[in-house]
């Protein structure tokens, strides 16, 4: 078990600095995401951990010691690339061994090791087999099976899953939550695709330009995102965002958007004259009677799934937006429906992106 701490990372590529003064505690035995889109600095701040990238200033700690001037040999550390790294000359056997091979481990024990991942991976039946005759899946299967035999002090995985097909990128998702159930060891994965972070993390890392926007569990950072990236960027559909303006009303406050006016209990922190942006998921706004709405809102596309329905809408003077229903609605294009935000799952934040408050009463 493998405590990784980061104390004021940065990195920088001549004058281009990418990674800005990172600080985060990795837990010993915690699945840890960091997710963000492409260009955001996850991969570097992996190749970091690893040691495969230098720090320009600040320091990696691994269960206590600072290993900066360590190679990647050294730190005790197992990674999983994006295209398996496989040597395609070897077997399967070969490729999971090659490493311990090389430490001059006793043959008996490497055979052990690497016949125990093969079990656990299901991959026992393709130890003869060279990786051009395996399905994708399972050469994934294989690369992670040469991390396992290693039995490192954490487990680094730099998008694995991207080069799948949807269908098995989904069966990867269970095998590697329930891998590290059995393993129980400290994993640092990474991806820009939230619905994997959202699945596999205890701990998800939101990362913007090099910068850290908010660490929590899965669960925390969408119900109660501290900034406008967070809630846009964690969930699928994303989040409604509306830049609104606030003005008076009886003893509460309006959101005005458009031609659209949504009214609000009094809310700390929220007054009068204010530019704000303010949110809903998709499953948190209800399809109403004719007066009892927030907003009237023309379907522009209606998504039928059989089990749910997506329906795709635009209110006059507004983005469009996207509503979550389960079941089965006969809605449809060009049809106008009325709509009611869930107050108590509603989101509002200031003209700078920063959290007012996750939940505006019932």
Not at 271 to 278: E, I, L
Request: one cysteine or more; glycine letters at 10%; proline letters at 5%.
């Amino acid at each position: 078990m493998t405590e990784i701490v980061l104390k004021d990372v940065r990195k920088a590529y001549g004058p281009v600095e990418v990674i800005h003064g990172v600080d985060l505690n990795i837990e010993s035995g915690k699945f840890v995401v960091f997710v963000g889109p492409s260009g955001c600095g996850k991969s570097t701040l992996l190749r970091i951990i690893a040691g495969l990238e230098g720090v320009t200033s600040g320091d990696v700690v691994i269960d206590g010691d600072v290993v900066n001037s360590e190679p990647a040999s050294e730190r005790g550390l197992a990674m999983v690339f994006q295209s398996y790294a496989l040597y395609p000359h070897m077997s399967v056997y070969k490729n999971m061994a090659f490493g311990l091979e090389n430490s001059k481990m006793p043959r008996e024990e490497i055979e052990q090791r690497v016949n125990d991942a093969a079990a656990m991976l299901q991959i026992t039946p393709y130890l003869k087999r060279r990786p051009r005759a395996l399905s994708g899946g399972q050469r994934q299967r294989v690369a992670i099976g040469r991390a396992i035999v290693r039995d490192p002090k954490a487990f680094l995985f730099d998008e694995p899953l991207s080069n799948l097909d949807a269908e098995l990128r989904v069966t990867m998702r269970k095998e590697l939550a329930a891998l590290h159930a059995k393993l129980g060891g400290t994993m640092i994965y990474v991806t820009h695709d939230q619905v994997e972070a959202m699945t596999l993390a205890n701990t998800i890392v939101v990362l913007n330009s090099g910068r850290i926007e908010q660490v929590g569990a899965p669960l925390d950072l969408y119900n109660h995102p501290q900034n406008t990236f967070v809630a846009g960027f964690i969930g699928s559909p994303r989040m409604n965002l509306v830049e609104a303006t606030t003005e008076q009303a009886n003893g509460g406050i309006d959101l005005v958007a458009g031609l659209q006016r949504i009214s609000l209990p009094a809310v700390d922190g929220l007054a009068a004259g204010q530019n704000v942006t303010f949110g809903g998921r998709p499953e948190h706004i209800e399809i109403v009677s004719d007066g009892d709405g927030d907003i009237v809102a023309t379907v522009d596309l209606s998504e039928q799934l059989g089990g749910e329905t997506y329906l795709y809408c635009t209110p006059e003077g507004m983005p469009q937006m996207t509503v979550h229903q389960l079941g089965q609605l006969p809605v449809e294009r060009g049809q106008q429906i009325n709509l009611r935000f869930n107050r108590s799952s509603m989101h509002l934040f200031d003209s700078s992106g920063q959290v007012i408050a996750n939940g505006v009463g019932q």
